[in-house]
C-alpha cells in the first residue's frame, strides 16, 4: 500500500491524511467546484476533481472515485465517514479494480448496514435488542397498526438511515403516520432506500456504544465504550469516554456482545456498535457503523490507539499484536462538535466566510481536529461541521475543565457557531453530575436556547472587563484619568455604579454594590479573544465591538455591556427604544438552501402549524410552517430554486 485516495472531504479526510503520512504513504484527495480550495485538498500529496458541488454529482459517483485512482496510481481508498463508507457495491466494485478498500468486508458492510437484517442477526449471536417489528412497513396506516401493538412511544427509523437522518419519534398514531412519511421520505432522499421499521422506544435512554477493532487473522477487541447521549434531533453534541453510567461488569458485557457481533459477521476493520441502555443498565443493541465514527478521537485519547492507522494497517493484512487485557483505560475525553449554526435562532445552518478561525492549542490534553482553516468558506452543500474539538484529564472534572476553557479560548467569525450552545452544556450542573440522557438538550432547553444564565458573579466579571477594553480603546485617543466614576451596563441587569482606580498595570474596582475586584490591564485594543485575570483567576473572553459598548462572551454567556460615564448614562436612559419593523406579513427564509417543494398557491387560506414548504440545508430538511393563520397573498419562489438568507419566501394578506 503506497497511495491511499481519500474518497471524502472536510475534517475526516485531514485525519485520515495525518495517520497516512504518518506511516509514510501518499495520500490523494478528491474535490468538487466547491471545495477546489479546501484544507483537505491543500493538505493531500495530490488532488483530483470530481464534479460540481452536490454530492450525488462527485462524492457519491463511484466511477469518478475510480477513476481517480487510475489517473494517480493509488492503490488503497479510505472512505472516511459517510459518502460512499458503507455501501457494499462500492466495496465489490473496488474488488473488481483490484483496488483495496480500508474498511470491512462487502458482506459485513451489507448484514450491519440494514437496521433489520442486522438486528435478526443480533438476535443469532446473542446480542440483546428492542422489541419491535422487523418487517419492512408499507404505508402510514400499517405504521399506525403496528406502533399501536408495540406501545407507544416508538421509534420509526429507515432502514438504511443513520447520523440522525430518517428516524422519528411517535407518542400517538398521528405523529406514527406523519413520522412514516417523514422517515421514508428522508431514507429514500439520502439513502436511496425508503424502507421503514418501528420499535419500541426506551424511556430515559442512553445512547452509549462500544468501539471495536478486528483483523483478518481472528482476532476483535472492545476498545471500551463511549457516551453520546447529549444529542439534538438524533444528532451528536458532546460525546465522552468512558461512560459516567457504566460500572466494570457492564462494561465487560456490552464489550463482548459488540465482539460476538463482530465475529459473527467476519469482522476486519474499526467499527462500533451502538447500544441504547435503560435507567437500569439493561442494554440492547441499535445498530452497527461499519466505518470509522465522528467520535472516534475520544477513544483514542484514553486507549493510545490511532484508529485510522490500524484500520490502514488491517486492510493490509497486519495482525493486531495485543490482547483484550491490555486495553486500556486512562483518564476521560470529551469531544464537542462545532458546527456552523446559529443556537440562538433554532440552530439553523449558517454558511460564510470563516473571517477568523482561531482554534485553542493544541497539545497533550487539548485536539483539534478540522477541514477548514481562516479565510475558507463554509458551504451549504455538505455537513455543518467546522471542527471537533477533544480534551483529556485524568478524571471527568478534569476533562470537563479543559473543555470549558478550550471553547472559551476558540475564537469564529463570519459566520454562525453553536460554541456558547456547547459551553452551556458542558458547563450545566444536571450535565456535570452525570445524570443524561438522549432527552437531556430537550428537557433542559425546552424553549430553544438563548444563552447559559447570568449569574451574579458572571454580571461583574462581563462589567470588569468591559471596563478594561473601554479604558484600552480610549486610551488610543485620549489619557485615561487614574481616578473616574463610571457605569457599566450588563445587558437585562441593574447598571453597576463603580469607582475605578489605576495602579500600574492594574484596575481597582469598587462598586456601588460593595463588591471589589482587581484586574490586571492586559487586554491590547483591536483583540476579538482575550484573557482578563480578575482576583486572582484567569477568565477568556470572545470580544465583538458594538457600535456603542462591546458582546463579550464566556462561559456559553452572551451579553451586550455598555459602559458610560454617569452623565451619558443618565441621558442614554431617557432615549425611546427603537421599534424592530414588522415582518409578521412575510415568510422569510432564516437560511440558504435548495427548495424542495412549495405547499401553497396564492390565494390559500393556511392556519397556524400548516406546512408552507420544504427547504433542504446542509443535509436536512427543514419544513417551514404558518406561525398564524392567512391567505398567502404571494409566493416568491418555487421548487428547485435556491435560496439566500433573509430572502422574502412568501407574502400574506
Known amino acids: ?55 450525488a454529482e462527485s462524492y457519491l459517483v463511484m466511477e469518478k472515485i475510480i477513476d481517480a485512482c487510475k489517473k494517480t496510481g493509488a492503490d488503497a481508498i479510505h472512505p472516511g465517514y459517510g459518502f460512499l463508507s458503507e455501501n457494499p457495491a462500492f466495496r465489490r466494485l473496488l474488488e473488481t479494480k483490484g483496488i483495496t478498500f480500508i474498511g470491512p468486508s462487502a458482506e459485513a458492510i451489507e448484514a450491519m448496514g440494514d437496521k433489520i437484517s442486522s438486528k435478526k442477526l443480533a438476535i443469532k449471536a446473542g446480542v440483546r435488542t428492542i422489541p419491535g417489528h422487523m418487517g419492512v412497513i408499507q404505508d402510514p396506516d400499517e405504521a399506525v397498526k403496528i406502533s399501536r401493538e408495540i406501545g407507544y412511544p416508538v421509534m420509526i427509523k429507515a432502514s438504511a438511515g443513520g447520523g440522525g437522518k430518517g428516524m422519528r419519534i411517535a407518542h400517538n398514531d398521528e405523529e406514527a403516520a406523519t413520522g412514516w412519511k417523514s422517515a421514508s421520505s428522508e431514507g429514500k432522499s439520502f439513502f436511496g432506500d425508503d424502507r421503514v421499521f418501528i420499535e419500541k422506544f426506551i424511556e430515559q435512554p442512553r445512547h452509549i456504544e462500544i468501539q471495536v477493532l478486528a483483523d483478518t487473522h481472528g482476532n476483535a477487541f472492545w476498545l471500551n465504550e463511549r457516551e453520546c447521549s447529549i444529542q439534538r434531533r438524533n444528532q451528536k453534541v458532546v460525546e465522552e469516554a468512558p461512560s459516567p453510567f457504566l460500572d466494570p461488569e457492564t462494561r465487560k458485557a456490552m464489550g463482548e456482545q459488540a465482539v460476538a457481533l463482530a ?55 497486519e495482525k493486531i499484536p495485543w490482547k483484550q487485557e491490555d486495553v486500556a483505560l486512562n483518564g476521560w475525553a470529551v469531544e464537542s462538535r462545532v458546527y456552523a449554526e446559529n443556537p440562538y435562532r433554532n ?14 492549542k493544541e497539545g497533550k490534553s487539548v485536539r483539534v481536529d478540522t477541514g477548514v482553516f481562516e479565510g475558507g468558506e463554509v458551504s451549504m452543500f455538505y455537513d455543518p461541521m467546522i471542527a471537533k474539538l477533544v480534551t483529556w484529564g485524568r478524571d471527568r472534572e478534569e476533562a470537563m475543565e479543559r473543555m470549558g476553557e478550550a471553547l472559551d479560548s476558540f475564537l469564529i467569525s463570519g459566520c454562525g457557531h453553536n460554541i456558547d450552545f456547547l459551553n452551556a452544556v458542558v458547563r450545566h450542573p444536571r450535565f456535570r453530575s452525570g445524570n443524561i440522557t438522549t432527552n437531556f438538550i430537550a428537557e433542559e432547553f425546552p424553549d430553544g436556547f438563548s444563552g447559559a444564565p447570568l449569574t451574579e458573579e458572571d454580571r461583574h466579571l462581563f462589567a470588569a472587563a468591559a471596563v478594561c477594553i473601554e479604558r484600552a ?9 487614574d481616578i473616574q466614576n463610571l457605569v457599566a451596563t450588563v445587558a437585562g441587569t441593574v447598571p453597576i455604579v463603580m469607582r475605578v ?5 492594574i484596575l481597582l474596582l469598587e462598586a456601588e454594590d460593595g463588591v471589589s475586584l482587581e484586574i490586571a490591564e492586559t487586554y491590547h485594543p483591536g483583540e476579538q479573544l482575550a484573557t482578563f485575570n480578575i482576583a486572582g483567576k484567569d477568565h477568556h473572553f470572545q470580544i465583538n465591538r458594538l457600535d456603542e459598548g462591546y458582546e463579550l462572551a464566556k462561559g456559553g454567556v452572551r451579553r451586550r455591556v455598555l459602559v458610560r460615564s454617569p452623565r451619558v448614562h443618565a441621558l442614554g436612559e431617557l432615549l425611546p427604544e427603537k421599534e424592530p419593523p414588522d415582518l409578521s406579513k412575510f415568510l422569510i427564509s432564516q437560511m440558504p438552501g435548495l427548495v424542495l417543494s412549495v405547499d401553497v398557491k396564492p390565494g390559500d387560506a393556511v392556519v397556524a402549524g400548516d406546512a408552507l414548504l420544504v427547504l433542504e440545508a446542509m443535509k436536512m430538511e427543514n419544513i417551514m410552517q404558518a406561525e398564524q393563520d392567512g391567505v398567502v397573498k404571494s409566493v416568491s419562489i418555487a421548487k428547485g430554486d435556491t435560496v439566500e438568507a433573509n430572502a422574502v419566501l412568501m407574502e400574506f394578506e
Open 473 to 481: 480603546e480610549l486610551s488610543l485617543f485620549q489619557e485615561q484619568p
Open 501 to 505: 482606580s489605576r495602579q500600574p498595570g
Open 263 to 317: 465475529k459473527a459477521v467476519g469482522y476486519a476493520s474499526a467499527g462500533t456498535v451502538e447500544f441504547v441502555v435503560g435507567k437500569d443498565r439493561d442494554f440492547y443493541f441499535l445498530e452497527m457503523n461499519t466505518r470509522l465514527q465522528v467520535e472516534h478521537p475520544i477513544t483514542e485519547m484514553i486507549t493510545g490507539v490511532d484508529l485510522a492507522e490500524w484500520m490502514i494497517r488491517v486492510a493490509r493484512g
Open 347 to 360: 440552530f439553523l445552518p449558517s454558511i460564510g466566510r470563516l473571517v477568523r478561525f482561531q482554534p485553542p
Open 1 to 55: 500500500m503506497k497511495k491511499i485516495l481519500i474518497a471524502n472531504r472536510g475534517e475526516i479526510a485531514c485525519r485520515v491524511m495525518r495517520a497516512a503520512k504518518k506511516m509514510g504513504i501518499a495520500t490523494v484527495a478528491v474535490y468538487s467546484d466547491a471545495d477546489r480550495h479546501s484544507l483537505h485538498t491543500r493538505t493531500a500529496d495530490e488532488a483530483v476533481h470530481i464534479g460540481p458541488p452536490p454530492s
